[in-house]
């Protein structure tokens, strides 16, 4: 078993959670779910688990850490008849160690697992460059599963609890199940403790309504990407890896196809986790808002990989602005450069973190950090272009409100997040720079109508007519449902009020849909899920 | 990012599109227990009613789904044996005994390339008049040798079945093995992809196994690069392992001869890449342990006189048609001394049959040999691969 999407998940372990969980008696519940979890854990990590264990137990005790210090300050705030400010500072700051001891113990892991090759590949570089060479050995570890993922998790929680926002937890349970629940574990979404923790516990039985609309979600989620993702990828992995072999024309398609593949196996694999926790009762949030309709940058993450956008929001971006150094830049800033530009240069220093943060996030990589500086250029842009291109707007008399000006941004943006993922795919950033240069100077239009795209990648490998025919079909498909749900309608409610053979029947459709055209077996290469690399 | 004044809050982005319906919300006062409409819970034999009939459409959901499957896979199951749309070559050759008379065939040899690039039943039947056949793709992992095994027997009924010692060592999991009986049971899940080439004919045609392969599975392959057997069969006392999932499916196929009254054997064509003293010493241990009869043609007294200079096309790893034929002779000889396999070249069932296969074979091997190219050690060689599907003349 190596994910989600394998056979043995979905036709033995999936069911016989379900079916244990509903038997259990609603109090025992959560520990189902925390055995399943870990046991899934343990069959893809093995012993990595414990790296999950250390986590949770760090959190727990970190957090009545903090929980006992908040009773403590409380209580002598209002015991004291003055000094109250000192007494909230001086705990403040014992607070601050607490929590800062806890983030390092779970961020210091995800470093280890992850970065150390980075780091110390940078550290060496910048030590070469003034002609020192160190010659370590560093240790290579596989990562355990959903470490990016988790490790964010359970960093939200700790500041949570040190604002206040979520009470400490004293149930172990709840704290390892928050932490561990199996479908999110492999990709997310990105949960914080408000909004799943309570969920969890409260055994929620499954019922047939539940069951039909996580199923049917699970199977659309299987649909993108075991006929649209592992499909495109028989293209878009040739044309990365050999792309000097390539013209320009084929390696924008492939940069578009690769744009597809990602978002149909990364939201496709969402739809599979939150019809999973659809199941047992537990509503995860949404990490996609149909991206593709996005008029700017800002506004496609915003509907991409939501949980991360607003997890860098929340704890790197607020509290990089409302720091103190940054209040003075601001000021001072303010007074530098007027009213308009300050507050923008200190709002970009906040930004820039978050997306280096966000470039780091998905990868020790070059080609990573440039991608979130990538963004970061193009939203600072935007927002300093913001006055010019309104008063353009206002001259030409062209209204920013209008289908057409709207259907142009859609087009610009779309650009924008294509050439974003081509460096995020290519294999290094000189690869991404060079296939980029050979989009924009060696595009020919004719290599992607003359049939060489059914030349690409080995013979009897790479995609045909037909396979072209059923990408876009699917992809016709999800613009539809996209275009519905974009108007606000929930497609689960108004299928769960249809007559029981249309909803079978529906149903039935997807699941021979994703059996039939499902891009598995003997002439399909296996690929695992995008998202879990990261 | 967008201009929200700072909070401490967290956004509570689950109440997006697509968030629960009512009914999750409306949870009985109760929650785990049936409710009316109103939301008010059921109790005794109310609410047993509700949960039995909750079970009977779960079982009747999952029975119509069934049915569904097997519908989608009685149009998918291809309807000859032959080389129809969306089924791959390999498959094509390696199901070929399919189109044989039925209960024909004296022994079948299962297994990967190894086993098509050394056993040429043709030639089998050229030096004892066996009537076999060669179930093999390249990579075939055992569990598919067990479904092969099983569509054989239901047509078939062999003195022997010999499994290629190279599929002990080729580990599976038990999400192969799960998937191989899902398959099995739901040729769907197998033919899926023959969506890009279904015809009138798959919905409204009956099965017809007309195609018959005169190689009889075997690949004639041709060109040769020496191998280095400096190493081949060193003595040792290492024992290779055979996972237990694969001595498990052993075994099951071992029952499957037993009660077709056939004898499964392990054994092992010749290979200085893919064979070893530890690998013989493993499947030897395997062997006593199933109760089954293992054969290597690497060493001892049943060795085949393989030279290692002409007979592998590529460095030692499979055989070319020179290895074949001694290795087939050796065959020939174990299936007639020693499984008492009758020898039919005069039987007139099998005559025409097998005479023309021998003479189509051999005017391949004519073309062949005037093809072939000898090299050295490291030379880029063409190796030509004759086509193993072709209407018999």
Known sequence: MTSYFSFIFLAAFLPTAVAVYAIAPRRARWAVLLVASYLFFFWLSRELILALWVSTLAIYGTGLGLGALIRQRDSAVKAAKSGKREIRARFARKMKIVMAAGLLVNFGLLAAFKYLHFFASVIDGALGLVGITLNTELPVWAAPIGISFYTLMAGSYLIDVYRGTVAADRNLGRVALFLGFFPQIMEGPISRYGQTADQLMAGHPVTRANLYAGTLRMLWGLGKKMIVADRLNAFVKPVFADYTAYDGGIIALGAVLYTVQLYCDFSGTMDVALGMGRIFGVSLPENFRQPFFSRTAAGFWQRWHITLGTWLRDYIYYPVSLSKPLKKLTSKARKRFGNRYGPLLASSAALFCVWFGNGLWHGAGSQYIFFGLYYFVLIVAGSLIEPTAVKVAERLRISRESAGYRAFQIARTLVIIVVGELFFRAEGLDAGLAMFGAMVCDFNGASLVDGSIFGVGAAGIGLDGHDLAIVLAWVALMLVVGLIRERGVSITERVAAWPLPARWALWYTLFLAVIIFGAYGTAYAPVDPMYAQF | ?393
């Not at chain 2, 609410?47 to 009939?53: I, S, V």
């Not at chain 2, 022994?107 to 190894?114: C, H, K, N, P, T």
């Not at chain 2, 057997?229 to 052993?250: C, F, G, I, Q, R």
């Not at chain 2, 290597?296 to 085949?304: I, P, R």
């Open chain 2, 1 to 393: 990012m967008n201009e929200e004044k700072p909070t401490t809050k967290p956004e509570n982005t689950a109440a997006a599109p697509g968030a629960i319906a009512p009914d999750m919300a409306a949870a009985s006062t109760d929650p785990g227990e049936p409710v009316t409409p109103e939301g008010t819970p059921l109790h005794g034999a109310a609410r047993l009613r509700a949960l039995g009939k909750s079970l009977l459409v779960a079982i009747a959901f999952v029975l119509v789904g069934l049915l569904v499957l097997y519908g989608a896979s009685r149009i998918f199951e291809p309807k000859s044996n032959g080389n129809v749309g969306g089924v791959h070559a390999a498959h094509v050759a390696a199901n070929g005994f399919l189109g044989e008379p039925k209960n024909s065939l004296d022994a079948l040899f299962i297994g990967d390339s190894e086993t098509y690039s050394a056993v040429s039943p043709v030639e089998i039947w050229k030096a004892g008049g066996a009537a076999t056949y060669t179930c093999a793709i390249g990579g075939q992992n055992l569990t598919y040798s067990r479904t092969l095994l099983e569509r054989a027997l239901k047509v078939q009924k062999p003195r022997v079945v010999m499994i290629e010692g190279n599929s002990l060592f080729k580990p599976f999991d038990e999400n192969k093995l799960l998937k191989s009986t899902i398959k099995d049971m739901f040729p769907i899940f197998e033919r899926h992809d023959r969506w890009k080439a279904l015809t009138l004919r798959d919905f409204f045609g009956s099965a017809e196994n007309d195609y018959v392969d005169d190689m009889k599975g075997f690949r004639m392959k041709w060109g040769v690069r020496p191998a280095d057997d400096s190493a081949y069969m060193e003595p040792t006392d290492n024992v290779a392992e055979v996972p237990e999932l694969t001595k498990s499916v052993l075994a099951e196929m071992r029952d499957m001869c037993r009660a077709a009254g056939s004898e499964l054997v392990i054994v092992s064509t010749p290979s200085t890449k893919c064979w070893y003293t530890s690998r013989h010493n493993g499947a030897q241990a395997a062997a006593d342990e199933l109760g089954i009869e293992f054969i290597d043609l690497n060493t001892g007294d049943d060795a085949v006189a393989i030279d290692w200079d002409t007979d592998t096309r590529d460095w030692g790893d499979h055989l070319n048609y020179a290895g074949a034929v001694k290795t087939s002779q050796a065959l020939a000889h174990i299936l007639s001394e020693r499984y008492g396999v009758p020898d039919h070249r005069d039987d007139p069932a099998y005559a025409a049959e097998w005479n023309r296969a021998v003479r189509h074979h051999d005017r391949l091997v004519e073309k062949g040999s005037a093809m072939a190219v000898v090299g050295k050690p490291g030379d880029a060689i063409t190796i030509m691969e004759l086509p193993p599907l072709y209407n018999p003349a």
